[in-house]
C-alpha cells in the first residue's frame, strides 16, 4: 500500500503520515541519504540510533557499482542491506545536473550520457532506463528521471530543461505503469522544475501534477541561485503542488531551509550535508548553527556536542574526546559527529511536527 | 584489588580470572588495540557488540597527543573514553623497537629520545617518564618501559638491550611504588625480554620475576624472528613465568600463533592486526586464515562472511554487500570487518579456555 494523508495544518505546513510498503513515515520528514547504499561512516546499527524513518539512495551510483542486477538478485535494496525501514531512491536527474556543470554529460531528448569519474567509461541513461533501474532497486519512492538546469541558467535554458523534464516525466510514469518487474506498490514521485521563473514553476506544477502519480517533488533548489530566490520558489511552488499528496523538496538540508521549506508546506527533505560536513569535523550546535569541532575553545571542553541531545555521540563523550579523535585522524569522528548531525535534523523535523499537531 | 587466580589447567594451558579495578577478565584473553584512545573504525558501541573484556591503549601515541596530562584531567581513561571495562596500556617500549628500525630513536641507560612522525619534535622518554605517564592514564594494568631490539638482533646486541630492559623494570617498579598520582591497585607488569636466544630469556625471566609485580610479560616476540623462533622462544619463556601471576605475550595475534601459545601457559594477547587487516579487506575465515573481500568470487555471495559466526556484521550482512562497500571505499566496510576479525578472536579464546575447564 502506498498512502498520504494529511493530519493538521497550521497554516501552510502539514503533519501528515505517508503509508508505504515498510511501514509509516510521519512527516515533516528529514531523509539521510545512503548514496553507496550505506550511510557514509554509519553502519545501519549506527544510524538506528538516529532514529530515521526513511533514507535515500542514489541510482546513478549504485548503476555503477555494484550493479542493479545484483542489488536485485538480492531481493532488491532492503534485502541487500538488510535494512527494512522504507527507501527513497533518487533518479540520476540530479547527477546530470552536477556532471553537466563539469561538461561531462550530454543531454538530448533520449536521455543524458555520462562519464564515470571513477573509469572513464561512457553511461547512457534515459527515462525509460531510470525507472527500470529503480524498478530492480526496489525503493518504496522512486523518482522520475529530470533534467535539473544551473540556478544560475537564463530562462530560455531552463524552459528548455522544464519542456524535456515534462517529456521525460510522461515517459517514466508510463515506463513505471507498465512495468512488470516493479515491487507491488512502488510509487514514483514526478519533478517539478522551472528554476527561478515563477510563470515556469506554475507551468510545470500545474503539468506534472496532471501527471496520475502518489506524490509530487520539488527540484531544481539550492542548485546555484540565492537564498532568496530559494525562500521565494519554495514559497511559491509548493502550495501548488495537491494537498492530498506528499509533497518532497529535494536536497535540501539546512536548518533554516527546512524550517522555511516546512512552513510552505513541504513534507519531505534529503541532504548529503549533514553527514559530510561530519565528515569534516562540524556539527550542529544547539541553534543548528555549523561548529567546527578542532576548535581550540573545546580542547578540555567534557561537555557534549549539544547538553541534553539525544544522540550517541551527546550521550556518550566530550567535545575534548571528539576533538582529539577527529585531530589524530580517526574516521570514528565522522562516525559521531554523523550520528549527532543526523539526529539534530531528525528531531527537528520530530519538534516541528509536534508542533503543528499541538 | 588486583588479584589472579588460575581456575584449571590443562598440561601447560590455563583458564583463569584477573581481578581488576574495573571487574573481572577471564582467561584467555584477547585484548583488542585501541591506539588512540578508540579502536580504529569502530566507536565503543560496535566494539561491545565483539565482547571484548579488555582493551589495550599506546602510552607514546598518547603521550604525543591529546597528551596524558588532558586524559587525566578528564579522569583517566575510562572517564575520557566512557568504557569502564578494564584499561591496559603499553609503555611506549615497542615504538622504541618501531622507531629504532628506521634509525629515528636514540637510546642509553637514561631513556630514549624520539622522533614524532606528525610534526618532527623531538621527544624524550625515560623509564620513570612512561610510568608517569600510564599513572595520570590510569589503565588498569601498565607495562615497564623496556629495550626491545630486532628479531634479526645478534647475541651481544640482545643481551644488551636485556641488560638495559632489567635496569629500567627495576627504576620502573621503584617509580610505580612511590608514585602519589596512581590510580589504586593499578597494577605495573614488568617484560622478559632475550630475543631468540634461549639463555638470554632464562636470565630475563630470573630477574623480572624476582621484582615484585602482579603480573609478568614476554616481549620481543614476532620482531622479525622467524616463526620456529617464535614458537620455541614462547614455549620455552612461558613456563619460567611464575604459576600464579597472568602471564602476557605481547603483540601476538594470529590464530595458530595464539592456539600455540596458549598451550605455552600465555594468558593474554593484543594485536592491531585483525583490526588493520579489516580496514584493508582482510576477514577470517571459519579456520582462522585471511580471505579478501574484493575477490571476485564473493561478488553474489549473499552469505555472511562465516555462517554461523555471531558478529555484527555476519548476523547483518552479506560478503556481497561488504564487498560492494569495500570496492566503493566506504569506510563502513573497514568497521564491519574489524567486527568480525575481533569477534573471531575473542571467541577463539573463549572457546579454548571452554575447552581447558571442561
Redesign the interface.
Known sequence: MFSFKVLKKKNQARAGEIQTPHGIIKTPVFMPVAT???????????LE?CSPQIILSNTY?LHL??GEA?IH??GGLHK???YHKPFLTDSGGFQVFSQSRLGKCKINDNGAEFIDNIDGKKYFISPEDSITIQNKLGADIIMAFDHCPDGGANYEATKEAMRRTHLWAERCVSTHQNSTIKPSHQALFPIVQGGIFKDLREESAKFITSLDAPGFAIGGVSVGESRDDIDEIVKFTAPLLPEDKPRYLMGIGTKEDIVKAIEAGIDMFDCVMPTRIARHGAFFDANGDKQLIKSARY??D?NPLVEGCRC?TCQ???K??VR??F??H???A???LSMHNLTYLIDLTDKIRDEILQ
Open positions: 553507496q547504499s550505506t550511510i557514509k561512516a554509519l553502519t545501519f546499527g549506527q540510533t551510483h557499482r555494484p545484483l538478485q538480492a541487500w542491506t538488510n580542547q578540555n567534557f550517541y556518550n563523550h566530550s575534548a574526546y582529539h579523535l585531530r589524530v580517526e574516521s570514528v565522522g562516525s559521531l
